[in-house]
């Protein structure tokens, strides 16, 4: 007995010296070296060429030639126009997709969302490249109404899916004891389903707005004659010019910091640093 319990401890001993252990702070640390070489280290850089010039000095002009040259303002009003009306159209259909989807059984549900998913496993270049041919053979034009349907087909499912999770997880009690209150239909849906969606339609706005702002392969594919040009592609053009050269890194870092303002303030006002806070209940 006394060998076969020198013979465990051994073991025991060698197994001890192989053994590995981490800590949850730890296992953070691959994260961390993530974000900082692949976030925090571009964000630095966009923040610092903005603010220097070709000599790397310290300097304003960058930010001034943005605002005082009227064809880069009237890109962004228009990127700011095209993403809204994106997101209204995307809001609009994906609404009444989701609401069904979620009254719909599991199985089936899920099997509707898999077909608007899919599309989503296929290169977005691809997909841009298929509505194309798509319209060409219904007879649409090239142009701006083209890159409205583009832009809106791209990012539908971005909209369906947060308004399909938010209206899935609703309390269903609170519109049974709307209409127990004598509340029709119509008044049940607008002053429970609607109010109790909202974070729904504020993520998918969100996750639709900003995106189409920078988006310029759709446009590029689907501008013809009469399109139009979003941020996204001036950015493009200063860091790399028409021979794939840099032409302007400082004017491109300057446009980029411009466009993390406009997310930062998007957030702050439509509240997407808060917490996911559930309502509870709704006055009829």
Do not use: H
Not at 32 to 52: C, D, E, G, R, S
Not at 155 to 177: G, H, R, W
């Amino acid at each position: 007995m006394t060998k076969e319990n020198n013979f465990k401890d051994l073991n025991t001993v060698k197994k001890s010296r192989f053994k590995f252990s981490f800590s949850r702070n730890q296992l953070c640390i691959p994260y961390a070296l993530f974000l900082i070489m692949f976030v925090l280290i571009p964000l630095l850089l966009i923040v610092y060429y903005a603010f220097v010039d070709k000599n790397g000095n310290f300097t304003f002009v960058n930010f001034i030639d943005f605002f005082t040259d009227t064809t880069k303002i009237s890109t962004l009003l228009i990127s700011i126009l095209v993403s809204l009306v994106v997101t209204l159209i995307c809001l609009l259909i994906a609404y009444p997709v989701a609401y069904i989807l979620s009254r719909m059984s599991r199985k089936i549900a899920f099997i509707l969302l898999l077909l608007f998913i899919m599309p989503m496993w296929i290169n977005f270049v691809l997909r841009a490249m298929a509505m194309k041919e798509l319209l060409s053979l219904i007879g649409i034009p090239l142009g701006s109404f083209a890159n409205i349907i583009g832009l809106t087909y791209d990012y539908l499912p971005f909209m369906i899916l947060p308004l399909y999770s938010t209206l899935i997880k609703m309390d269903k009690s609170l519109e049974e004891a709307a209409s127990d209150l004598g509340a029709g239909k119509i008044r049940v849906f607008k002053n429970v389903t609607l109010p109790l969606s909202v974070p729904g339609i504020i993520s998918g706005a969100m996750m639709v707005f900003l995106p189409v702002m920078s988006c310029y392969v759709i446009t590029d594919s689907f501008s013809g004659s009469t399109g139009f040009t979003v941020i996204g592609k001036l950015i493009a053009w200063c860091f790399l010019g028409e021979n794939g050269t840099m032409t302007n890194v400082n004017g491109g870092a300057t446009i980029s910091l411009i466009m993390l303002i406009i997310l930062f303030v998007t957030m702050l006002v439509t509240g997407g640093f808060k917490g996911d806070e559930s309502v509870r209940g709704t006055n009829l």
